[in-house]
């Protein structure tokens, strides 16, 4: 090992060239990543700010309006407001009770029983084609104004009539939450691990 005339290590040619080389190494695994990232997270949200900032409505070319679209969202447009609430609901409504059940579900499958992999994996199921486009046909077919749902209810003697869960503003956010809830599958694996 050689060393320079302040005695600082001096590192020969051909171990810059071996850590040059494995470095270009490590950067082409990583280059399919690093690929991905750029052209479907990094430049599409770069794409969405610079569009925010115009008036563009696809058909004509756009026109810089610089923050104007931010201060007519914020403070001319009730609708984001409303959206903004309705989005904190179901976040805070949504997660508590996907964890609570997730933790529920991993309490009861913990212990060694007999079959018990069997109902994880029947568990874990919905998690897997839960945002399938059949499953979505199927529970916009439940919860339709002839769905299952109603039928059962209206048999119950609860509902008179048929509802439209999904697409009645006061009861949609349930619906999509119960939806949500109903993939309590990944929470539960992480717990039972």
């Known amino acids: 090992m050689a060393f320079d005339s302040g ?13 040059y080389r494995e470095n270009l190494i490590g950067y082409i695994f ?32 756009p026109t810089w309006v610089g923050l104007k ?3 007519d969202i914020f403070f001319n447009d009730r609708r984001f407001w409303r959206a903004i609430r309705v989005t904190f609901s179901y976040v805070l ?4 009770l996907k964890l609570i059940f997730a933790l529920l579900i991993a ?5 060694n029983r007999k079959m018990v992999s069997f109902y994880r994996s029947l568990f874990y199921i919905p998690s897997v084609i839960g945002g399938s486009v059949t499953v979505s046909v199927l529970w916009r077919k439940m919860f339709g104004v002839d769905g299952a749902v109603n039928g059962v209810l209206i048999a119950l003697g609860i509902l008179d009539e048929g509802v439209a869960w999904l697409g009645e ?13 109903w993939q309590f599958g990944s929470p539960m694996l992480i717990f039972l691990a």
């Open 30 to 61: 990583i280059s399919p990543w690093l690929i991905g990232f750029f052209v479907f997270t990094l430049l599409p949200i770069l794409a969405s700010f610079i569009f925010s900032l115009t008036d563009y409505d696809f058909l004509g070319s």
């Open 69 to 71: 679209n931010y201060h």
């Open 107 to 111: 309490l009861l499958f913990c212990r």
């Open 169 to 181: 503003p006061s009861t949609a956010i349930w619906t999509i939450i119960l939806l949500a809830v």
């Open 93 to 96: 409504i949504h997660v508590p």
């Open 7 to 19: 005695g600082k290590r001096r590192l020969d040619k051909s171990m810059r060239l071996k850590g």
